[in-house]
Protein backbone atom coordinates (compact mmCIF):
# COMPACT_ATOMS: atom_id res chain seq x y z
CA UNK A 1 0.00 0.00 0.00
CA UNK A 2 1.50 3.48 -0.96
CA UNK A 3 2.14 6.27 1.38
CA UNK A 4 -1.04 8.32 0.49
CA UNK A 5 -3.15 5.18 1.21
CA UNK A 6 -1.65 4.32 4.43
CA UNK A 7 -2.18 7.84 5.18
CA UNK A 8 -5.60 7.49 4.52
CA UNK A 9 -6.31 4.30 6.30
CA UNK A 10 -4.60 5.80 9.85
CA UNK A 11 -6.87 8.48 9.28
CA UNK A 12 -10.10 5.97 9.19
CA UNK A 13 -8.89 3.19 11.95
CA UNK A 14 -7.84 2.76 15.45
CA UNK A 15 -6.18 -0.43 16.75
CA UNK A 16 -8.67 0.26 19.51
CA UNK A 17 -11.71 0.34 18.14
CA UNK A 18 -10.96 -3.10 15.43
CA UNK A 19 -12.73 -5.62 17.59
CA UNK A 20 -15.93 -3.23 17.12
CA UNK A 21 -15.63 -2.85 12.78
CA UNK A 22 -16.51 -6.76 12.47
CA UNK A 23 -19.48 -6.78 14.85
CA UNK A 24 -20.87 -3.03 13.78
CA UNK A 25 -20.49 -2.90 9.84
CA UNK A 26 -23.04 -4.94 8.77
CA UNK A 27 -25.75 -3.58 11.14
CA UNK A 28 -24.70 0.09 10.16
CA UNK A 29 -24.34 -0.58 6.66
CA UNK A 30 -27.82 0.33 5.35
CA UNK A 31 -27.96 3.64 8.00
CA UNK A 32 -27.28 7.21 7.64
CA UNK A 33 -25.95 10.19 10.18
CA UNK A 34 -26.42 13.66 8.63
CA UNK A 35 -26.60 16.98 10.42
CA UNK A 36 -25.93 20.42 10.26
CA UNK A 37 -24.51 22.10 13.14
CA UNK A 38 -24.00 25.98 13.29
CA UNK A 39 -21.04 27.39 15.96
CA UNK A 40 -19.87 30.39 17.06
CA UNK A 41 -20.86 33.53 19.75
CA UNK A 42 -23.86 35.16 19.89
CA UNK A 43 -23.27 38.42 18.30
CA UNK A 44 -19.98 38.38 16.61
CA UNK A 45 -18.61 37.05 13.08
CA UNK A 46 -17.47 33.64 12.96
CA UNK A 47 -16.49 31.19 9.99
CA UNK A 48 -14.86 28.21 8.86
CA UNK A 49 -12.41 29.56 6.71
CA UNK A 50 -10.02 26.49 7.16
CA UNK A 51 -9.80 22.78 6.20
CA UNK A 52 -12.37 20.35 7.76
CA UNK A 53 -11.12 16.47 8.90
CA UNK A 54 -11.98 13.54 10.34
CA UNK A 55 -9.92 12.85 13.03
CA UNK A 56 -8.38 9.76 14.05
CA UNK A 57 -9.84 9.76 17.39
CA UNK A 58 -13.31 9.94 16.58
CA UNK A 59 -15.31 12.67 15.27
CA UNK A 60 -14.61 16.03 13.29
CA UNK A 61 -12.12 19.12 13.49
CA UNK A 62 -12.67 22.51 11.56
CA UNK A 63 -10.96 25.65 11.99
CA UNK A 64 -11.70 28.97 11.18
CA UNK A 65 -12.07 32.88 12.69
CA UNK A 66 -13.87 33.98 15.53
CA UNK A 67 -14.79 37.78 16.77
CA UNK A 68 -16.82 37.09 19.64
CA UNK A 69 -14.22 37.00 22.07
CA UNK A 70 -14.10 40.75 21.76
CA UNK A 71 -17.48 42.38 22.90
CA UNK A 72 -16.96 45.32 20.26
CA UNK A 73 -16.21 42.16 17.72
CA UNK A 74 -13.24 44.25 16.90
CA UNK A 75 -10.24 41.87 16.71
CA UNK A 76 -10.54 38.16 15.89
CA UNK A 77 -9.14 34.71 16.92
CA UNK A 78 -8.02 31.32 15.96
CA UNK A 79 -11.26 28.92 16.04
CA UNK A 80 -10.96 25.59 16.33
CA UNK A 81 -14.00 23.45 16.93
CA UNK A 82 -13.93 19.51 17.13
CA UNK A 83 -17.06 17.61 18.01
CA UNK A 84 -18.05 14.18 18.26
CA UNK A 85 -19.28 11.65 15.19
CA UNK A 86 -22.88 12.99 15.24
CA UNK A 87 -21.90 16.61 15.14
CA UNK A 88 -22.65 17.87 18.78
CA UNK A 89 -19.63 19.60 20.48
CA UNK A 90 -16.72 17.92 21.69
CA UNK A 91 -14.75 21.21 22.62
CA UNK A 92 -14.30 24.27 21.09
CA UNK A 93 -11.50 27.26 21.81
CA UNK A 94 -10.26 30.44 20.46
CA UNK A 95 -6.80 31.19 20.34
CA UNK A 96 -4.40 34.35 20.11
CA UNK A 97 -1.27 34.99 18.82
CA UNK A 98 -1.70 38.58 17.48
CA UNK A 99 -4.36 41.12 17.76
CA UNK A 100 -6.08 39.63 14.30
CA UNK A 101 -5.51 36.17 14.11
CA UNK A 102 -7.07 33.73 10.99
CA UNK A 103 -6.67 30.38 10.71
CA UNK A 104 -6.87 28.71 7.18
CA UNK A 105 -5.86 25.00 7.68
CA UNK A 106 -5.32 22.17 9.55
CA UNK A 107 -4.08 18.20 9.38
CA UNK A 108 -3.89 15.69 11.75
CA UNK A 109 -0.45 15.06 12.93
CA UNK A 110 0.89 11.43 12.48
CA UNK A 111 4.01 11.85 12.21
CA UNK A 112 5.21 13.63 15.51
CA UNK A 113 8.66 13.45 16.73
CA UNK A 114 7.94 14.36 19.91
CA UNK A 115 5.67 11.03 19.86
CA UNK A 116 2.38 13.88 20.70
CA UNK A 117 -0.24 13.93 18.04
CA UNK A 118 -2.84 16.31 17.67
CA UNK A 119 -2.91 19.12 14.57
CA UNK A 120 -1.40 21.66 12.64
CA UNK A 121 -3.17 24.71 11.87
CA UNK A 122 -1.52 27.90 9.78
CA UNK A 123 -3.24 31.04 8.41
CA UNK A 124 -2.36 34.58 9.07
CA UNK A 125 -1.44 36.57 12.62
CA UNK A 126 -1.42 40.35 12.81
CA UNK A 127 1.64 40.79 15.09
CA UNK A 128 0.91 44.31 15.47
CA UNK A 129 0.62 45.33 19.66
CA UNK A 130 2.32 42.16 20.24
CA UNK A 131 6.13 42.93 21.74
CA UNK A 132 7.43 39.34 20.79
CA UNK A 133 7.44 39.80 16.79
CA UNK A 134 7.73 41.83 14.56
CA UNK A 135 4.92 44.01 13.56
CA UNK A 136 3.36 43.21 10.69
CA UNK A 137 0.99 40.13 9.24
CA UNK A 138 2.90 36.78 9.50
CA UNK A 139 2.24 33.25 8.63
CA UNK A 140 1.74 31.30 11.95
CA UNK A 141 1.73 27.50 12.69
CA UNK A 142 0.20 26.58 15.44
CA UNK A 143 0.56 23.09 16.88
CA UNK A 144 -2.24 21.64 19.56
CA UNK A 145 -2.78 18.02 20.98
CA UNK A 146 -5.69 16.14 20.73
CA UNK A 147 -7.27 17.96 23.57
CA UNK A 148 -6.47 21.33 21.89
CA UNK A 149 -3.84 22.18 24.80
CA UNK A 150 -1.06 24.43 22.65
CA UNK A 151 2.45 22.42 22.17
CA UNK A 152 3.82 25.64 20.23
CA UNK A 153 3.46 28.41 18.16
CA UNK A 154 5.57 29.87 15.35
CA UNK A 155 5.42 32.81 13.22
CA UNK A 156 7.26 33.30 9.49
CA UNK A 157 7.92 36.41 7.72
CA UNK A 158 9.21 40.04 7.86
CA UNK A 159 8.66 43.30 9.67
CA UNK A 160 6.61 45.70 7.32
CA UNK A 161 5.56 43.10 5.27
CA UNK A 162 2.36 40.85 4.94
CA UNK A 163 2.35 37.39 4.90
CA UNK A 164 -0.44 34.66 4.49
CA UNK A 165 -0.51 30.82 5.11
CA UNK A 166 -3.09 29.37 3.21
CA UNK A 167 -2.59 25.47 3.43
CA UNK A 168 -0.33 23.06 5.61
CA UNK A 169 0.24 19.87 4.91
CA UNK A 170 2.37 16.96 6.82
CA UNK A 171 5.46 15.84 4.90
CA UNK A 172 6.13 11.86 4.83
CA UNK A 173 9.64 12.02 2.85
CA UNK A 174 12.81 13.92 3.35
CA UNK A 175 16.57 13.37 2.95
CA UNK A 176 19.32 13.73 5.78
CA UNK A 177 21.48 15.58 3.00
CA UNK A 178 19.09 18.42 3.29
CA UNK A 179 18.13 18.21 6.89
CA UNK A 180 14.60 17.48 5.84
CA UNK A 181 12.42 14.20 6.95
CA UNK A 182 9.33 12.91 7.41
CA UNK A 183 6.90 15.03 10.20
CA UNK A 184 8.53 18.38 8.37
CA UNK A 185 5.48 21.11 7.53
CA UNK A 186 4.95 22.34 4.36
CA UNK A 187 3.22 25.86 4.30
CA UNK A 188 1.67 27.66 0.89
CA UNK A 189 0.81 31.20 0.92
CA UNK A 190 1.88 34.84 0.07
CA UNK A 191 4.20 37.79 0.89
CA UNK A 192 4.62 41.07 0.21
CA UNK A 193 8.60 41.43 1.39
CA UNK A 194 10.29 41.59 -2.03
CA UNK A 195 7.16 41.94 -4.71
CA UNK A 196 6.25 45.55 -5.95
CA UNK A 197 4.25 47.69 -4.15
CA UNK A 198 0.47 46.50 -3.73
CA UNK A 199 1.63 43.11 -5.26
CA UNK A 200 2.56 39.38 -3.86
CA UNK A 201 4.88 36.74 -4.50
CA UNK A 202 3.98 32.88 -3.79
CA UNK A 203 5.69 31.73 -0.67
CA UNK A 204 6.32 28.17 0.23
CA UNK A 205 8.05 27.00 3.87
CA UNK A 206 9.15 24.38 5.18
CA UNK A 207 10.04 23.35 9.13
CA UNK A 208 11.03 20.67 11.25
CA UNK A 209 8.29 18.93 13.32
CA UNK A 210 9.39 21.26 16.05
CA UNK A 211 8.31 24.14 14.06
CA UNK A 212 11.94 25.49 13.18
CA UNK A 213 12.37 26.83 9.76
CA UNK A 214 14.35 24.77 7.39
CA UNK A 215 14.01 26.55 4.45
CA UNK A 216 11.63 29.07 2.33
CA UNK A 217 11.08 30.69 -1.11
CA UNK A 218 9.20 33.74 -2.46
CA UNK A 219 8.31 32.48 -6.22
CA UNK A 220 8.13 35.43 -8.30
CA UNK A 221 7.00 35.90 -11.99
CA UNK A 222 9.88 37.91 -14.41
CA UNK A 223 7.61 41.14 -14.92
CA UNK A 224 6.97 42.37 -10.45
CA UNK A 225 3.17 41.69 -10.89
CA UNK A 226 0.97 39.91 -8.29
CA UNK A 227 1.79 36.47 -7.51
CA UNK A 228 0.26 34.01 -4.64
CA UNK A 229 -0.38 30.70 -3.54
CA UNK A 230 -3.43 29.21 -2.12
CA UNK A 231 -2.89 25.64 -2.33
CA UNK A 232 -0.41 23.02 -1.49
CA UNK A 233 0.30 19.10 -1.25
CA UNK A 234 3.30 17.08 -0.95
CA UNK A 235 3.12 14.15 -3.71
CA UNK A 236 3.06 10.51 -2.34
CA UNK A 237 3.93 8.77 -5.52
CA UNK A 238 6.47 8.22 -8.27
CA UNK A 239 5.52 9.06 -11.62
CA UNK A 240 4.12 6.26 -13.63
CA UNK A 241 6.50 4.74 -16.70
CA UNK A 242 5.30 6.89 -20.19
CA UNK A 243 5.10 10.41 -18.07
CA UNK A 244 7.91 12.50 -18.08
CA UNK A 245 10.20 12.45 -14.96
CA UNK A 246 9.53 8.64 -14.45
CA UNK A 247 13.51 8.07 -14.19
CA UNK A 248 14.77 10.89 -12.39
CA UNK A 249 18.72 10.98 -11.54
CA UNK A 250 19.96 9.43 -8.53
CA UNK A 251 19.35 10.99 -5.10
CA UNK A 252 16.42 13.44 -6.56
CA UNK A 253 14.06 13.59 -4.50
CA UNK A 254 10.39 12.05 -6.50
CA UNK A 255 8.51 13.48 -3.03
CA UNK A 256 7.87 17.11 -4.82
CA UNK A 257 5.86 19.86 -3.52
CA UNK A 258 2.96 21.18 -5.85
CA UNK A 259 1.28 24.69 -5.12
CA UNK A 260 -1.37 26.10 -6.65
CA UNK A 261 -2.69 29.81 -7.03
CA UNK A 262 -3.05 32.83 -9.08
CA UNK A 263 -0.07 35.12 -11.64
CA UNK A 264 -0.72 38.48 -13.38
CA UNK A 265 3.32 38.93 -14.00
CA UNK A 266 4.19 36.75 -16.90
CA UNK A 267 4.24 37.74 -20.41
CA UNK A 268 1.40 35.10 -22.09
CA UNK A 269 -1.23 36.51 -19.35
CA UNK A 270 -2.23 39.68 -21.38
CA UNK A 271 -2.51 41.66 -18.08
CA UNK A 272 -5.28 39.17 -16.69
CA UNK A 273 -4.45 36.83 -13.51
CA UNK A 274 -4.05 33.29 -15.01
CA UNK A 275 -4.32 30.08 -12.76
CA UNK A 276 -1.01 28.92 -11.68
CA UNK A 277 0.74 25.44 -10.97
CA UNK A 278 3.85 25.29 -9.43
CA UNK A 279 6.02 22.18 -8.73
CA UNK A 280 9.16 21.95 -6.72
CA UNK A 281 11.48 19.87 -5.15
CA UNK A 282 10.22 18.93 -1.84
CA UNK A 283 14.06 19.34 -0.29
CA UNK A 284 15.08 22.10 -1.40
CA UNK A 285 12.16 24.72 -2.91
CA UNK A 286 13.79 24.65 -6.40
CA UNK A 287 12.44 23.65 -9.66
CA UNK A 288 15.14 21.09 -10.94
CA UNK A 289 14.25 17.75 -12.47
CA UNK A 290 11.01 17.13 -14.57
CA UNK A 291 8.54 16.57 -13.57
CA UNK A 292 9.11 19.77 -11.69
CA UNK A 293 8.14 22.45 -13.84
CA UNK A 294 5.72 25.76 -13.68
CA UNK A 295 2.64 26.51 -15.34
CA UNK A 296 -0.20 28.69 -16.42
CA UNK A 297 -3.62 28.14 -17.46
CA UNK A 298 -4.56 31.54 -19.22
CA UNK A 299 -7.96 32.84 -20.57
CA UNK A 300 -9.19 36.25 -21.56
CA UNK A 301 -10.01 37.31 -18.03
CA UNK A 302 -8.96 35.90 -14.30
CA UNK A 303 -8.41 32.67 -13.36
CA UNK A 304 -6.38 31.01 -10.05
CA UNK A 305 -6.87 27.99 -8.21
CA UNK A 306 -7.89 27.74 -4.60
CA UNK A 307 -6.99 23.53 -4.02
CA UNK A 308 -4.48 20.75 -5.14
CA UNK A 309 -5.03 16.80 -4.83
CA UNK A 310 -2.57 14.71 -6.31
CA UNK A 311 -4.75 11.82 -7.58
CA UNK A 312 -3.93 8.18 -6.32
CA UNK A 313 -6.30 5.82 -7.96
CA UNK A 314 -5.30 4.34 -11.31
CA UNK A 315 -5.22 5.38 -13.88
CA UNK A 316 -4.95 8.52 -13.20
CA UNK A 317 -2.91 8.04 -10.14
CA UNK A 318 0.18 10.65 -9.94
CA UNK A 319 -2.27 13.55 -12.09
CA UNK A 320 -2.92 16.27 -10.65
CA UNK A 321 -6.41 18.16 -9.89
CA UNK A 322 -7.21 21.62 -8.94
CA UNK A 323 -10.58 23.56 -8.49
CA UNK A 324 -10.60 27.70 -8.23
CA UNK A 325 -12.07 30.16 -10.55
CA UNK A 326 -12.58 30.95 -13.93
CA UNK A 327 -14.10 34.44 -15.62
CA UNK A 328 -13.14 33.87 -19.63
CA UNK A 329 -15.99 32.41 -20.73
CA UNK A 330 -19.03 34.45 -18.24
CA UNK A 331 -19.86 37.89 -17.33
CA UNK A 332 -18.71 36.79 -13.74
CA UNK A 333 -16.47 33.94 -12.10
CA UNK A 334 -17.53 30.27 -12.43
CA UNK A 335 -15.91 27.21 -10.66
CA UNK A 336 -13.63 26.12 -12.46
CA UNK A 337 -11.95 22.27 -12.32
CA UNK A 338 -8.36 21.64 -13.88
CA UNK A 339 -7.04 17.82 -14.31
CA UNK A 340 -2.83 17.70 -15.38
CA UNK A 341 -0.40 14.96 -15.36
CA UNK A 342 2.35 14.51 -12.88
CA UNK A 343 3.81 17.93 -14.94
CA UNK A 344 1.70 20.60 -14.76
CA UNK A 345 2.23 21.11 -18.05
CA UNK A 346 0.73 18.44 -19.41
CA UNK A 347 -3.01 18.93 -19.81
CA UNK A 348 -5.64 16.46 -19.19
CA UNK A 349 -8.98 18.16 -19.18
CA UNK A 350 -10.81 21.28 -17.72
CA UNK A 351 -14.38 21.72 -16.76
CA UNK A 352 -16.32 24.75 -15.72
CA UNK A 353 -19.61 24.90 -13.95
CA UNK A 354 -21.96 27.50 -12.30
CA UNK A 355 -24.87 29.74 -13.70
CA UNK A 356 -23.22 31.44 -16.81
CA UNK A 357 -24.43 34.57 -15.94
CA UNK A 358 -24.19 37.55 -13.72
CA UNK A 359 -23.57 36.21 -10.07
CA UNK A 360 -19.99 34.77 -9.02
CA UNK A 361 -19.71 30.83 -8.35
CA UNK A 362 -16.12 29.96 -7.09
CA UNK A 363 -14.85 26.57 -5.68
CA UNK A 364 -12.23 26.36 -2.71
CA UNK A 365 -11.61 22.71 -1.97
CA UNK A 366 -10.98 19.63 -4.02
CA UNK A 367 -10.50 15.96 -2.94
CA UNK A 368 -10.25 12.51 -4.07
CA UNK A 369 -12.59 9.64 -3.05
CA UNK A 370 -9.85 7.02 -1.62
CA UNK A 371 -11.70 3.88 -1.94
CA UNK A 372 -15.52 2.84 -3.23
CA UNK A 373 -17.54 5.01 -0.94
CA UNK A 374 -20.68 5.16 -2.28
CA UNK A 375 -22.79 4.25 -5.62
CA UNK A 376 -22.25 7.30 -7.76
CA UNK A 377 -18.65 7.64 -6.11
CA UNK A 378 -16.76 5.02 -6.82
CA UNK A 379 -12.56 5.10 -6.00
CA UNK A 380 -11.37 8.32 -8.03
CA UNK A 381 -13.72 10.07 -7.84
CA UNK A 382 -13.50 14.05 -7.29
CA UNK A 383 -15.51 16.17 -4.36
CA UNK A 384 -15.68 19.99 -4.48
CA UNK A 385 -17.27 22.33 -2.57
CA UNK A 386 -17.30 26.37 -2.61
CA UNK A 387 -20.22 28.46 -3.26
CA UNK A 388 -23.03 28.44 -6.13
CA UNK A 389 -25.61 31.29 -6.95
CA UNK A 390 -28.19 29.22 -8.65
CA UNK A 391 -30.56 31.09 -10.90
CA UNK A 392 -33.63 32.68 -9.39
CA UNK A 393 -35.67 30.36 -8.49
CA UNK A 394 -33.93 27.27 -7.42
CA UNK A 395 -31.63 27.59 -5.00
CA UNK A 396 -32.51 28.77 -1.44
CA UNK A 397 -31.60 32.70 -1.58
CA UNK A 398 -28.58 34.53 -2.42
CA UNK A 399 -24.99 32.04 -2.68
CA UNK A 400 -25.46 28.59 -0.93
CA UNK A 401 -22.69 25.86 -0.24
CA UNK A 402 -22.32 22.84 -2.28
CA UNK A 403 -21.17 19.77 -2.73
CA UNK A 404 -20.20 18.26 -6.50
CA UNK A 405 -18.99 15.07 -7.71
CA UNK A 406 -17.23 14.48 -11.15
CA UNK A 407 -15.02 12.06 -13.20
CA UNK A 408 -11.81 12.16 -13.33
CA UNK A 409 -9.87 12.19 -16.62
CA UNK A 410 -13.22 14.33 -18.65
CA UNK A 411 -14.51 16.14 -15.10
CA UNK A 412 -17.70 15.68 -16.06
CA UNK A 413 -20.38 16.50 -13.52
CA UNK A 414 -22.41 13.36 -11.67
CA UNK A 415 -24.23 15.19 -8.82
CA UNK A 416 -24.89 18.10 -7.14
CA UNK A 417 -26.25 19.68 -4.23
CA UNK A 418 -27.09 22.76 -2.39
CA UNK A 419 -26.91 23.96 0.71
CA UNK A 420 -27.95 26.86 3.27
CA UNK A 421 -30.79 29.43 3.65
CA UNK A 422 -31.96 33.09 2.84
CA UNK A 423 -28.80 34.53 1.92
CA UNK A 424 -25.18 33.79 1.82
CA UNK A 425 -23.35 30.29 2.71
CA UNK A 426 -20.31 29.06 1.56
CA UNK A 427 -18.51 25.86 1.88
CA UNK A 428 -14.61 25.90 2.48
CA UNK A 429 -13.33 22.86 2.37
CA UNK A 430 -14.93 18.76 2.21
CA UNK A 431 -13.94 15.27 3.06
CA UNK A 432 -15.10 11.72 1.88
CA UNK A 433 -15.76 9.92 5.15
CA UNK A 434 -15.77 6.58 5.04
CA UNK A 435 -17.54 4.12 7.05
CA UNK A 436 -14.92 1.80 7.87
CA UNK A 437 -14.73 2.70 11.89
CA UNK A 438 -17.90 2.59 14.07
CA UNK A 439 -20.16 5.71 14.75
CA UNK A 440 -19.40 6.81 10.99
CA UNK A 441 -21.54 6.43 8.06
CA UNK A 442 -20.52 7.13 4.61
CA UNK A 443 -20.76 10.83 2.84
CA UNK A 444 -19.18 13.78 2.97
CA UNK A 445 -18.09 16.54 5.94
CA UNK A 446 -18.10 20.37 5.06
CA UNK A 447 -17.18 23.23 6.88
CA UNK A 448 -17.86 26.94 5.60
CA UNK A 449 -19.59 29.95 7.47
CA UNK A 450 -23.88 30.93 7.26
CA UNK A 451 -24.87 34.57 6.86
CA UNK A 452 -28.80 33.38 6.71
CA UNK A 453 -30.94 34.59 9.38
CA UNK A 454 -33.18 31.66 8.63
CA UNK A 455 -30.66 29.17 9.92
CA UNK A 456 -28.81 31.16 12.90
CA UNK A 457 -31.46 34.34 13.60
CA UNK A 458 -29.83 37.81 14.19
CA UNK A 459 -26.06 36.79 14.37
CA UNK A 460 -24.22 38.28 11.30
CA UNK A 461 -22.34 35.20 10.87
CA UNK A 462 -21.30 31.66 12.10
CA UNK A 463 -19.18 28.72 11.24
CA UNK A 464 -21.33 25.97 9.38
CA UNK A 465 -20.70 22.51 9.44
CA UNK A 466 -22.40 19.57 7.69
CA UNK A 467 -22.63 16.49 7.21
CA UNK A 468 -24.43 14.28 4.16
CA UNK A 469 -24.79 10.98 3.41
CA UNK A 470 -24.25 9.12 0.58
CA UNK A 471 -26.73 10.67 -1.68
CA UNK A 472 -25.42 14.39 -0.26
CA UNK A 473 -28.45 14.40 1.97
CA UNK A 474 -28.04 16.94 5.06
CA UNK A 475 -31.34 15.83 6.43
CA UNK A 476 -32.23 19.24 6.15
CA UNK A 477 -31.75 22.75 4.05
CA UNK A 478 -30.25 21.01 0.71
CA UNK A 479 -31.73 20.14 -2.83
CA UNK A 480 -30.54 18.70 -5.71
CA UNK A 481 -29.31 21.44 -8.44
CA UNK A 482 -28.01 21.15 -12.08
CA UNK A 483 -25.06 23.78 -13.07
CA UNK A 484 -24.27 24.71 -16.31
CA UNK A 485 -21.33 23.17 -17.36
CA UNK A 486 -19.13 23.84 -20.51
CA UNK A 487 -15.32 22.86 -21.35
CA UNK A 488 -13.18 26.52 -21.38
CA UNK A 489 -9.82 24.75 -22.94
CA UNK A 490 -7.79 27.16 -21.32
CA UNK A 491 -4.06 27.83 -23.18
CA UNK A 492 -1.06 26.15 -21.56
CA UNK A 493 1.99 28.95 -20.94
CA UNK A 494 5.13 27.30 -19.10
CA UNK A 495 7.63 29.34 -17.71
CA UNK A 496 9.85 29.71 -14.88
CA UNK A 497 9.65 31.76 -11.77
CA UNK A 498 11.96 33.37 -9.95
CA UNK A 499 13.34 32.94 -6.56
CA UNK A 500 14.43 34.38 -3.44
CA UNK A 501 14.34 32.86 0.18
CA UNK A 502 13.10 35.37 3.26
CA UNK A 503 14.82 33.02 6.46
CA UNK A 504 12.78 35.04 9.12
CA UNK A 505 11.03 33.10 11.87
CA UNK A 506 9.57 33.96 15.56
CA UNK A 507 8.12 32.21 18.54
CA UNK A 508 5.00 34.32 20.56
CA UNK A 509 2.81 33.16 23.11
CA UNK A 510 -0.38 31.68 22.18
CA UNK A 511 -3.07 31.86 24.77
CA UNK A 512 -6.29 29.75 24.76
CA UNK A 513 -10.04 30.30 25.71
CA UNK A 514 -12.96 27.53 25.78
CA UNK A 515 -16.02 28.29 24.39
CA UNK A 516 -19.24 26.61 24.48
CA UNK A 517 -21.15 27.85 21.12
CA UNK A 518 -23.36 25.38 18.89
CA UNK A 519 -26.50 25.65 17.36
CA UNK A 520 -28.46 22.17 15.94
CA UNK A 521 -30.03 23.23 12.56
CA UNK A 522 -31.11 19.18 12.11
CA UNK A 523 -29.86 16.36 12.80
CA UNK A 524 -30.89 12.87 11.62
CA UNK A 525 -29.82 9.70 13.42
CA UNK A 526 -30.11 6.13 12.01
CA UNK A 527 -29.08 3.38 14.09
CA UNK A 528 -25.97 4.29 14.70
CA UNK A 529 -24.10 3.54 17.73
CA UNK A 530 -22.71 6.92 19.32
CA UNK A 531 -19.36 7.65 19.69
CA UNK A 532 -17.98 10.60 21.78
CA UNK A 533 -14.74 11.98 20.68
CA UNK A 534 -12.45 12.85 23.50
CA UNK A 535 -11.70 15.56 25.58
CA UNK A 536 -14.80 16.90 26.16
CA UNK A 537 -14.04 20.38 28.00
CA UNK A 538 -17.76 21.97 27.81
Same mark, same amino acid.
Given at each position: ?132 ? &??? !? #????? %?? +??? *? =??? $?? /? @? ?40 ? &??? !? #????? %?? +??? *? =??? $?? /? @? ?320
Amino acid at each position: MDERLQRTARKLLRPVWFALVVLMLGAAGASAQRFQYDYGGPACRESGRGGVLRASTGGYLTVGESFSVNAACQSSDIYVVRTNNDGTRAWTRTYSIGTYDSALDVEEVFNSCTGINGFIITGVTDNRGQPAC &PAS !R #DVFLL %RI +DDC *G =NVL $WA /N @TYGAANSDEIGWNVDEAISGSPNFHTSRGDFIVAGSTTLNAA &PGT !R #DGYII %RT +DCN *G =NLI $WD /N @TYASPFGRDDYFYGVTETRQGVPPGQPGSNPPAGSNTFDIVACGGSNGFCCGGGSYDAWVVRVDGNTGAIGFAPQNSSLYVGSRDEDLRSVEELQVAPYNANLAFTGTTSSNSPNREVYVLQTLADPCGFVADRAFGDLGGNADEGYWIREVPIDLCADAPAGTLVLTGYLNPIPGAGFGAADAFVHLCSPGTLAGITTTIYGGDRDDWGWSVAPVIQNVPCYTSGYIVSGFTQSPSLIGPDPQQLYLIKTDCGLASGCNSQNYTPVEWQPNLQRCCQLPNLRPIGLQCSPSASSLRQCWQHLLCYLFDGVIFCPAPCQTC
